[in-house]
């Protein structure tokens, strides 16, 4: 989706998607999935509205603020797997989550910790993604399967 955009050029297509849904101008279908997706993140509402500090600003974890690019980068990632059932059944556990947690939101919550973690580990070893563990991993909180994945 944004395979060719370097940090700032990502954080502008968030910026200018912000922007234009609370401008009420016409949007592009991504743009209205960004800024639903900004809309249910109020905690990010002032820095989106501020861009050169949301430009600039580099989002260490030891200043225990999570970074709101990667985050909602996440939740876009899960939403399209959910779409597509990419690896397939990871629609019926997001459904699991959804219907465990009565929100679909919260179930993204939940499965953002198990999808960072499995870009970690593969970006830790220099490999691809596993999606077989990930995949085991998310339907086990789903409740779906009671399998180890490590």
Known sequence: MFADHDRNQLRRVYLAAWQKARNGLPMEPLERQLAELIGEHPEYHALLEAPDDALGRDFASQDGQGNPFLHLGLHM??????????????????????????????????????????????????????????????????????????
């Open 77 to 150: 990632a899960i939403r399209e797997q959910v779409a597509t059932d990419r690896p397939a059944g990871i629609r019926a556990a997001w459904q699991a989550l959804c219907a465990h947690h009565g929100d679909a939101h919260a179930a993204e919550h939940g499965m953002i910790e198990v999808l960072a973690q499995t870009l970690w580990s593969a970006q830790r070893d220099a490999t691809a993604p596993d999606e077989r563990a990930y995949l085991a991993r998310l339907q086990q909180i789903a409740g779906l399967s009671q399998s180890d994945p490590s």
